[in-house]
């Protein structure tokens, strides 16, 4: 006799009561990304729009993720050896120490194999929106987490570390409407870490209104810094949903 | 044909034009912009700089294109910076350095490299081997740098800083331009940002050549575009040398750098002093003094024709040049080295203010009694071969007596002040309209290079219709010391308006679109200064009003 696979309608409540199952970003560019229609902002994870992106393994070509659906790996752990303390200080780590980091430039996620981050403010019509400021307001992870960029002079600023002094008052970026900035951002641990990223910002449209148009949105999302995966870790992250407990 | 800013008669004709893509010279001082390469099969390479009217990446249709030979890249002050250790490859540490940096900074250019090709075009190149797979890439080699800037020693570098906060440097002219200096692999359909540095003001003309294989047999093709990039001079003059120069019916007085090698147009410059020793009853500042009518032979001209800059006005009939008012506190006093007395305002101004620059410079030193900021308005009198002119008011030195270029809101209402004997505090107030002019005291000193004055008034702005373009335009002087764009601090911002209700400003942080409403530059000449006059321009709307204004935050 043939059995039909099925799943018991307990499993399937199961299954239905589990509501967050997200695909795995592991290659290409794609940005934190904020919509901002009728002046509401909101958060997305944009991937694939130069190029297509990998997600679940598969080529993606310019689609938004709600934060909750896509989980970001960054499988490139390397050694940092430097002289520069702001950078260490700033990452969290002494010279010599491992660090996970998905760099801001093409040519390197290119050939590192990672995902190319920026924060997204395209979607943003720079004629009804001020500056867009990003805060920096929960960090949950085995380690210490940060964003930074290196200028041209190679003295880096920290928009985020937790490594000085925790989450403080300090870690945030601005930026304008429809600009698109990409960002190195490190780990010191491997592991889940969530990071909980506040945006705002005035809606000129509705300056005159007595909240002063400041909108906001929040937004949590997953980085899974792994080990360079084996073919075997590959396939298990790359072909399958991934079926994980959201947090209250 | 004085044109006006807004025409109520504008012809429907010019309204329904589609502006030209083409023919408009632009500056870009800041904002995010793009060298891009396309590359279609049947029509072949396209390089030029372009930005996105909606910064939709995956929207071609959004991507406006700017001719290279028509666009021009202005370094800001917020590349203002000096190298370092990291920088050794381009210059040696502490020196100054132009640098647009990688990542975003506002007020400064964010310029990335675009590549708009389909895949599958071109092969993909991995070192030195190219293959049928992949997607497709293409190459960028460094061809040459040359223009003022270089032939002053300035020196060009691209280069990507790393995660490591290491240096991948791309091109870089200060080691000799070689097969070395290129991107080898920028795959098509990418955008990358890289940092870009020069070391010496100038004119930089940068020849880039983008190259690939064909697919399926690696037929190469490659393209080279020259892209102008500018590193404004300083403006700051240590004497005032200047020459009466005419060209056709333009008279101007010239003055400029001799050692640097740049000529600047009126109000670009900014004459600063030192504190007298010795010298007349009552001098406090001096500056060296050197007034001719040979004109110019020096590389760069700022803000200024190098036809007029280079065209003496003494033809052999006679250059003169008279002393007609001056502006500011205590009086000014020209003494040549003989020690003859060449111009003294304290007896007013008349005949014997005249000077006779024909035959031989008129050399000495330039007094003030006071510290403050001073306007000498001259008028020039030549006569040419073809007509003789002479321009009454307009032509006009700037100096500081005791006080640099970078002179602040305070010195300014101080200096004014004592210019009309006014109580000291009159002019404290940024918020304050002494005059009553409409025109805060804020605003007035972020125009002061302009001879705006918190007294006297006067005008800083002139709109005119462009030609054949459909657009309008308001030019003014940017005194980039004021508001250097960083978006804090005291802010010009120019705006636009249809209905004089709801108006739009440029700011540090919302730069416009170049093709559709924009701040350009309007300077002459291959050179600019950090004082640059600048214009506001935007289609005429159909409703035919076009309304432009300043505002000082």
């Given at each position: 006799?043939?059995?039909?696979?099925?799943?018991?309608?307990?499993?399937?409540?199961?299954?239905?009561?589990t509501p967050a199952h997200a695909v795995l970003w592991s290659a290409g560019h794609g940005d934190l990304g904020l919509e901002g229609d009728g002046g509401v902002l909101e958060f997305e994870v944009h991937v694939g729009e130069d190029d297509p992106a990998t997600v679940g393994g598969l080529p993606v070509s310019d689609t938004g993720y709600d934060p909750a659906d896509i989980e970001i790996a960054v499988a490139n752990r390397q050694q940092l050896v430097s002289t520069n303390m702001n950078l260490l200080n700033g990452i969290g780590i002494s010279s010599g120490d491992l660090f996970s980091f998905l760099p801001n430039s093409e040519t390197l996620s290119d050939s590192l194999g990672t995902p190319l981050l920026g924060f997204g403010l395209e979607e943003l019509d720079s004629t009804e929106w001020g500056d867009i400021t990003f805060t920096l307001t929960g960090v949950s992870g085995p380690g210490l987490f940060s964003v930074y960029q290196i200028d041209g002079l190679g003295d880096p600023t920290f928009f985020f570390s937790t490594a000085l002094g925790g989450i403080t008052a300090d870690d945030f970026v601005t930026l304008p409407a429809g600009i698109h900035d990409d960002f190195n951002f490190a780990f010191t641990e491997e592991?889940?870490?969530?990071?909980?990223?506040?945006?705002?910002?005035?809606?000129?449209?509705?300056?005159?209104?007595?909240?002063?148009?400041?909108?906001?949105?929040?937004?949590?999302?997953?980085?899974?810094?792994?080990?360079?995966?084996?073919?075997?870790?590959?396939?298990?992250?790359?072909?399958?949903?991934?079926?994980?407990?959201?947090?209250? | 044909m004085q044109l006006i800013?807004?025409?109520?008669?504008?012809?429907?004709?010019?309204?329904?034009?589609?502006?030209?893509?083409?023919?408009?010279?632009?500056?870009?001082?800041?904002?995010?912009?793009?060298?891009?390469?396309?590359?279609?099969?049947?029509?072949?390479?396209?390089?030029?700089?372009?930005?996105?009217?909606?910064?939709?990446?995956?929207?071609?249709?959004?991507i406006r294109r700017l001719e290279a030979s028509t666009t021009k890249i202005v370094a800001p002050p917020r590349a203002i910076t000096v190298g370092n250790a990291a920088t050794s490859f381009l210059l040696p540490p502490g020196q100054p350095l132009w640098l647009l940096n990688q990542g975003f900074q506002v007020g400064n250019h964010f310029l990335g490299m675009r590549v708009v090709i389909d895949p599958f075009v071109f092969q993909t190149r991995v070192g030195t081997n190219y293959t049928n797979s992949g997607t497709g890439s293409v190459s960028m080699r460094l061809a040459s740098v040359t223009g003022s800037g270089p032939d002053r020693s300035g020196k060009f570098a691209l280069w990507e800083s790393?995660?490591?906060?290491?240096?991948?440097?791309?091109?870089?002219?200060?080691?000799?331009?070689?097969?070395?200096?290129?991107?080898?692999?920028?795959?098509?359909?990418?955008?990358?940002?890289?940092?870009?540095?020069?070391?010496?003001?100038?004119?930089?003309?940068?020849?880039i050549e983008a190259f690939g294989r064909l697919r399926p047999d690696g037929d190469p093709t490659s393209m080279t575009e020259t892209f102008t990039f500018i590193v404004p001079h300083t403006g700051r003059l240590a004497a005032l040398d200047a020459e009466l120069c005419v060209s056709g019916t333009d008279i101007a007085l010239v003055p400029g750098d001799r050692a640097l090698g740049v000529a600047f147009g009126p109000r670009r410059s900014f004459v600063e002093t030192t504190a007298t020793t010795s010298g007349p009853p009552g001098a406090a500042w001096q500056t060296p003094l050197r007034l001719a009518a040979a004109g110019w032979a020096v590389p760069d001209h700022a803000g200024i024709s190098a036809i007029l800059a280079s065209s003496g006005a003494d033809l052999g009939s006679g250059a003169r040049l008279t002393l007609r008012a001056h502006r500011g506190p205590g009086h000014v006093i020209a003494l040549a080295d003989?020690?003859?007395?060449?111009?003294?305002?304290?007896?007013?101004?008349?005949?014997?203010?005249?000077?006779?620059?024909?035959?031989?410079?008129?050399?000495?030193?330039?007094?003030?009694?006071?510290?403050?900021?001073?306007?000498?308005?001259?008028?020039?009198?030549?006569?040419?071969?073809?007509?003789?002119?002479?321009k009454d008011t307009g032509l006009v030195i700037r100096c500081g007596a005791g006080l640099p270029v970078t002179y602040t809101f305070a010195d300014w209402a101080d200096s004014h002040e004592r210019t009309h004997a006014l109580p000291p505090g009159t002019l404290a107030s940024p918020s304050g309209d002494f005059n009553g002019d409409g025109r805060t005291h804020r605003l007035e000193y972020l125009l002061d290079a302009a001879d705006v004055s918190p007294v006297t008034g006067g005008s800083a702005t002139r709109a005119l219709l462009e030609p054949g373009t459909g657009f309008g335009r308001m030019t003014f002087l940017r005194d980039l010391y004021k508001d250097p764009l960083l978006g804090t601090g005291l802010q010009l911002q120019s705006g636009f308006s249809g209905d004089l209700t709801a108006w739009t400003y440029l700011t540090a942080s919302k730069v416009g679109f170049p093709l559709e409403f924009f701040e350009t530059g309007a300077d002459q000449g291959n050179a600019r200064s950090l004082l640059m006059m600048r214009a506001i321009r935007r289609q005429t709307p159909v409703s035919g009003r076009n309304f432009f204004r300043l505002r000082g935050q």
């Open positions: 006799m043939k059995i039909k696979p099925f799943l018991p309608s307990s499993a399937a409540l199961l299954l239905l009561s592991g889940i870490y969530d990071v909980t990223i506040q945006a705002s910002g005035t809606y000129l449209p509705a300056m005159g209104d007595l909240d002063g148009g400041l909108r906001s949105t929040s937004g949590t999302f997953t980085f899974a810094v792994v080990p360079e995966p084996s073919t075997a870790l590959l396939g298990l992250f790359g072909g399958l949903a991934l079926l994980r407990r959201r947090r209250a | 800013c807004v025409n109520k008669f504008l012809p429907l004709l010019l309204v329904g034009l589609v502006p030209s893509t083409k023919a408009v010279e632009l500056d870009l001082l800041y904002g995010h912009y793009e060298i891009q390469t396309d590359y279609r099969p049947g029509s072949g390479w396209w390089l030029g700089q372009t930005y996105n009217q909606n910064d939709d990446f995956n929207d071609r249709s959004q790393d995660p490591f906060a290491g240096q991948i440097v791309y091109f870089n002219s200060n080691d000799g331009i070689t097969a070395d200096d290129e991107i080898p692999t920028l795959p098509v359909g990418t955008h990358s940002h890289f940092n870009w540095g020069f070391t010496k003001p100038g004119e930089y003309k940068i020849s003989s020690g003859a007395v060449l111009f003294d305002s304290s007896d007013g101004f008349g005949p014997a203010d005249e000077l006779d620059l024909a035959a031989v410079p008129v050399t000495g030193t330039l007094y003030f009694t006071e510290k403050g900021l001073h306007t000498l308005e001259f008028a020039g009198d030549a006569q040419t071969e073809a007509n003789s002119m002479t």
